[in-house]
């Protein structure tokens, strides 16, 4: 799973190692541990006696997760009826409010127009009652999107059933399941955005959580936990827009007993431009899921490679986040308005915006190409291109510019980041993001007032296989709601021997079979 501007699916994760501690403690690793039978209170007993922890207890696959020192491994994997020891790899998130947008191929609902869901839901297809379900980070429950079809949340970190953000303080860190389930099942009504499935209903499993450093990440164990929860609850389809480097054979023995079971799990292939799939998108018992733009073009950030099953529109989507988390951006000069997108890092402003006289600084390289004397609080306009973003708008600020916008060297917009929280401790100014050709129109207003806003909002744009992802775990969801009884390989069958074709005719590992085709899907379904 990515989070806006393409980045929220991979990490490293820490190595098993055996080697004795030196002189200090040894340091605790998150594992696994394999038995030869269930494990009960013997192999309990077994960890304790070796100063581990039991985290979580995974008896259909004969596992424990626990917490071990390194130095006590080598013991534990030659104690009788222990079968294997291995790493607990970490998973991170690969990422309106008076009327409904009406989705159109020329805004951030496209995708219910490229995968035909919008004829679906004219059809009378909506997945109505079936439990489609995320395993992703907190969410917010209330919000007028997903309230009405929340049921019941599962939080692995607490074990308890709070998920939302707002109750737990983590709104600002963990906005990736708002914006993954707004796009799964969004709720149709007169605000907002709209969902692939926007009659099912919304189980989800808090298994990626805030870390003291701000990131958010969940080991592999604490996803497993909330798939396991999520499966008991009854779900059909799955959808898990996260993944990791590294193979678990723990965790592919509890997938493939979940599909056994008649649940359809749906995860992303990852967002590092690699030839190969992420995990647990790479589990043969897995969908996985790639990223497509409107022109059905495969995202640059998108993995690819064998074992690929579709593809889905994942970049720039408009959907819900956390209240006041996301950024309702536009540049306004005379009687033009030009929608933006907010930058990453960069503050918002208030629903009225900053004006200022809008100056050209070029490619703001220095502060010296905003002009000898700019007026005092002015709007910079700024090619993209050569430079950091963050140069550019530090040289803007040098400047004494009180708002910057950065259009576009190509085609479209784009989604930017500052990188940094402040700019070398002082408050970034706000800056806000144009697609090349609405830059072009904008800068012959140089001289004229313009107002730059990025308020708060409770939606945003977001791109990465982590949004491509719930548009698959939709259309699955409308075919459950057809035919309940179909099993996992009837409904992975049905998706990809109906998908669009693209890129190479019939199967390939860029576009694996194509892009879901929610109206083709449903006339294949008995």
Not at 153 to 173: H, I, K, P, R
Request: one cysteine or more.
């Amino acid at each position: 799973m990515k989070k806006r501007r393409a980045a929220l699916v991979i990490t490293l994760l820490a190595l098993l190692s055996t080697a004795p501690a030196a002189a200090a403690a040894s340091p605790r690793q998150h594992l696994f541990v394999g038995f030869i039978s269930a494990p009960g209170a013997a192999e309990r007993a077994l960890i304790q006696r070796l100063g581990g922890t039991v985290r979580f207890s995974f008896p259909s696959v004969q596992a424990l997760a626990i917490d071990l020192a390194g130095d006590r491994v080598a013991a534990l994997s030659r104690a009788p009826g222990v079968t294997y020891v291995e790493a607990d790899p970490v998973r991170t998130p690969l990422d309106l409010t008076t009327a409904q947008l009406v989705p159109d191929i020329s805004n951030g609902l496209y995708g219910l127009v490229t995968t035909h869901a919008v004829a679906a839901h004219n059809a009378g297809y909506t997945g109505n009652g079936v439990k489609a379900c995320v395993a992703d980070t907190g969410l917010d429950t209330t919000h007028p999107d997903i309230a009405d079809n929340f049921v019941m949340g599962y939080n692995v970190f607490d074990n308890n059933n709070d998920v939302d953000v707002f109750s737990l303080g983590v709104e600002a860190t963990e906005t990736h399941a708002t914006h993954v389930s707004g796009i799964l099942l969004g709720v149709d009504n007169s605000v907002g955005i709209l969902g692939v499935a926007p009659g099912a209903q919304l189980y989800e499993a808090r298994v990626l959580g805030t870390q003291t450093d701000g990131s958010v990440s969940g080991t592999t164990s604490q996803v497993m936990a909330g798939v396991q929860w999520l499966a008991g609850q009854g779900c059909k389809v799955i959808n898990m827009s996260l993944g990791g480097g590294s193979r678990s054979r723990t965790e592919e023995a509890l997938y493939k007993q979940v599909t056994a079971g008649g649940t359809l799990i749906v995860a992303a292939s990852g967002n590092d431009s690699a030839k190969k799939l992420s995990y647990p998108a790479a589990y043969p018992e897995v969908l996985a899921v790639g990223a497509v733009d409107r022109n059905n073009a495969i995202a640059a950030f998108s993995n690819t490679g064998h074992g690929l099953g579709l593809v889905a529109p994942g970049v720039d989507n408009l959907s819900s986040v956390p209240a006041g988390q996301g950024t309702n951006a536009f540049v306004t000069v005379g009687t033009s308005t030009f929608g933006a997108l907010g930058m990453e890092f960069a503050p918002k402003t208030t629903t009225s915006g900053v004006t200022g006289t809008l100056v050209d600084c070029g490619l703001a390289a220095t502060a010296a190409d905003c002009g000898a004397s700019p007026p005092a609080g002015f709007i910079a306009v700024i090619e993209r291109g050569t430079y950091s973003f963050a140069q550019k708008v530090d040289s803007a600020m040098g400047a004494g510019a009180a708002g910057a916008i950065i259009y576009n060297n190509v085609s479209g917009n784009f989604n930017g980041t500052l990188g940094t929280a402040d700019d070398n401790g002082t408050p970034w100014i706000p800056a806000v993001s144009l697609s090349m050709e609405d830059g072009l129109l904008l800068v012959p207003h140089a001289g004229e007032s313009t107002t730059l806003v990025a308020a708060p909002y409770d939606w945003d744009v977001f791109s990465g296989t982590s949004m491509a992802t719930p548009h698959v775990s939709g259309v699955a969801a409308l075919l459950y709601g057809k035919n309940p009884s179909l099993t996992v390989s009837q409904i992975t069958d049905i998706l990809e021997s109906t998908a669009q074709d693209l890129g190479r005719h019939g199967y390939d590992t860029t576009y694996g079979f194509g892009l879901v085709d929610a109206t083709a899907a449903l006339a294949a379904t008995p």
